[in-house]
């Protein structure tokens, strides 16, 4: 069963810039009703008022997801909610010994505990309601390790962890919650500056409009995964391989290049 967006409150996290702004204009589109939390008060007022300017109801509050305190207030202000996109995140990008502990701690307070404090301040009006979706951004990185991305990576496998669990919660309490996880290759906004990807036939670096609308779509359509490019899908059957030859393929596509030049976000 698919999940219907006309009239549907739509919470983003991190929905002041990159796909989630740009999810927030699609679920817009549609006829939802979009909360934007950003960390930004200014980028999130900005996509808030892009959005009423399309003639869609729209707010916006400033929120950093990892205070959970902040978290619990701010839920309270908000009111219920149809669909959580948990979609803020951040990325370090630098060798294990080059990171520092406050990049390490940060990734997993934003990437992963966040997922905890938001969705259980949401999750329960969802199964009382009987209806609701909680989507999960993962990531390529989620499936496969990548150099330079043991938190980030790590972090995102966990998500994608957290929301098979969920998934089976609900499945098992028979309520009609259901849970989306995205899988994206790298995608072109900004917070993967410099990334280099190898055969851009079979790994295209993702165009944000195009990934934004997908994910809106596999919300409609009630589907559990996404994973972009499908090309992606293929790595649970190479795990199957010695992983000598697994490491040696991921070379292949050079997945372990691909954060050569990366130089991220300019404010870090
Ligand atoms: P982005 O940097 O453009 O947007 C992230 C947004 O999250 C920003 O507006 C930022 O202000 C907000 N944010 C950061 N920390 C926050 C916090 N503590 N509280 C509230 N908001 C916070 O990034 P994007 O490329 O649109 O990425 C969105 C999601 O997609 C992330 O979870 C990212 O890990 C994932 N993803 C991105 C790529 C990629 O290549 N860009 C690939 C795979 C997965």
Redesign the pocket.
Known sequence: MGHRLRGQTVLI??G?????RLMALEAAKRGARVVI????EE?GAAVRDEVRGRGARAESFA????DREAVARVALETGDVDVLIN?????TGKRLLDASDADIERTYR??LL?LYWVTRAFLGGMIARKRGTVVT?S??AGLVGVAKQTDYSASKFAVFGFTESLRQELRKERTRVRTLTVC?Y??D????EGVHTRFPRLLPILDPDDTAERIIRAIERGQSQLVLPAFVRVVPIVRMLPTPVFDRMMDFFGINNTMDAFTG?REK
Request: aromatic share 8%.
């Open positions: 996290t991190g002041g810039s990159g796909i989630g939390w950003d960390l930004s980028a929120v950093d997801v990892s979609n803020a995140g951040v990325v934003v990437n966040a951004i990531s390529a994206p790298y995608i906004t900004g917070m993967f976000r």
